[in-house]
């Protein structure tokens, strides 16, 4: 028998979460025999190379790139998990959401006090990604079937969270893995 | 005892007195009854509707609602359990509640109620308002992005402190709370040691210089559910 596929990616954060599955520890060696890694940071794949069981979400979305890799994880994997408090509710990130964009923009590359940019320009380049005008949680730009909040969701969370997929059960998380921070 | 009343909630038998709440009731038989804007030291707001229960059938809020003799009152069902969830995640997608850094994190109440409920994450779309936050005071600000508006800052001014120095402003979501000065927190008669500022369930009023204090691990909710020790008090009778 084939084992699963799992993919794995981060949008519009900072990594945290992917250090967290990481801190699962030596259960991460269970989690190789439970499954196959297809596109990830983890392992540095880079493009999907098959149809995925679970499709791992750390980050929202902050620019027409992490839209275009959320679309595309939607559409080859069949559970998709949103993970952390930046792809469930924008996070550290959408604290700009309040701010209009161009005024973000201006204090970035502009007007703040340790900017340095003698062209008086906000970048603009092709191979820069388009930003939003806001930060959008995963959940309000595709599908999304899960959720596991925190900055980041314990360890434990996550892989409570991976078993019960891979086994086909429903998650029932105690108490103490459910937080907000 | 002449005024000694008994009802039920879900079913079990409570016994009251006269002139109490459902709330007090309840609190005293050991059954929780979620809430937020009520506070054990200041008089019921009946705002934020979290503990609306079933009064022989109608809603009610729990929180104002005097008992009488053999009322049918119901507290946990699934439709109530909604209610409260979807109020709880409306004041989440309502304001900005930034829990990864909040100083209030394990010890907020609103945190703690969605933990209770088990929300993962709210069903509505997130508002982002453009809220403002008032740091002019030495030893308190106001970040009005996490207010939910529960109402006990004033009640406390007013009826404990005696300062009147809180008040809602405007209405519907442009609704918030204001202070009885011109501009700024400093120029009120707020003292760091008033009601108003400990009873905040949320980290809208804080003390400065005296955040993220307790350790993760060691908060308030970080293992037990709010409620939890109303409950304990049934468990032991």
Not at chain 1, 51 to 57: K, M, N, P, T
Request: charged share 25%; net charge negative; hydrophobic share 35%.
């Amino acid at each position: 028998m084939t084992k699963p596929k799992i993919a794995s990616t981060s949008l519009c954060g900072c990594f945290g979460c992917h250090m967290s599955i990481l801190d699962i520890d030596d259960r991460i060696l269970k989690l190789v025999e439970l499954v196959e890694f297809d596109k990830s940071p983890i392992n540095d794949i880079k493009r999907f190379t098959d149809r995925c069981l679970v499709g791992l979400i750390e980050g929202g979305c902050a620019n027409q790139e992490n839209v275009k890799v959320l679309r595309e994880f939607r559409s080859h994997c069949d559970v998709l998990v949103s993970v952390g408090d930046c792809a469930t509710m924008g996070g550290i990130p959408a604290m700009r959401n309040g701010i209009p964009l161009k005024e973000c923009l201006a204090e970035a590359y502009l007007d703040g006090p340790t900017v340095h940019n003698e062209t008086g320009r906000v970048p603009h380049d092709e191979e820069l990604p388009l930003i939003l005008d806001k930060v959008y949680p995963c959940h309000e730009v595709v599908k999304i079937d899960y959720h596991l909040p925190g900055c980041p969701p314990p360890a434990d969370a996550i892989w409570e969270a991976v078993v019960a997929l891979l086994n086909n059960k429903p998650l029932d998380l105690p108490y103490e893995l459910l937080k907000y921070d | 005892m002449s005024d000694e009343i008994t009802f039920t909630i879900d079913g079990v038998e409570v016994t009251g007195t006269q002139g109490q709440t459902i709330m007090q009731a309840a609190d005293q038989a050991g059954i929780y009854i979620p809430r937020l804007c009520w506070h054990a030291d200041l008089s019921p707001g009946g705002s934020c509707r979290v503990c609306t229960v079933k009064v022989n059938g109608r809603a009610q809020a729990a929180c104002t609602y005097p008992i009488s003799e053999g009322m049918l009152v119901q507290n946990e069902t699934d439709e109530i359990r909604e209610w409260r969830k979807s109020i709880v995640e409306m004041l989440f997608v309502e304001g900005n509640h930034f829990c990864m850094f909040c100083e209030k994190s394990g010890n907020c109440e609103l945190q703690a109620m969605a933990y209770r409920f088990g929300i993962a994450t709210p069903r509505y779309p997130y508002m982002f308002p453009q809220r403002d936050v008032d740091a002019s005071h030495p030893d308190v600000f106001i970040d009005r992005n996490r207010c939910i508006l529960c109402g006990r800052c004033v009640r406390a001014s007013r009826d404990v402190d005696g300062k009147n120095i809180f008040q809602f402003v405007n209405r519907g979501r442009e609704t918030r709370i204001a202070i009885n000065a011109e501009a700024n927190l400093a120029d009120t008669a707020l003292s760091a040691m008033d009601k108003a500022v400990e009873v905040c369930p949320v980290g809208a009023i804080l003390r400065k210089r005296v955040g993220y204090a307790v350790p993760v691990g060691k908060r308030k909710y970080d293992h037990e559910p709010i409620g939890s020790d109303i409950e304990a008090r049934r468990a032991k009778s």
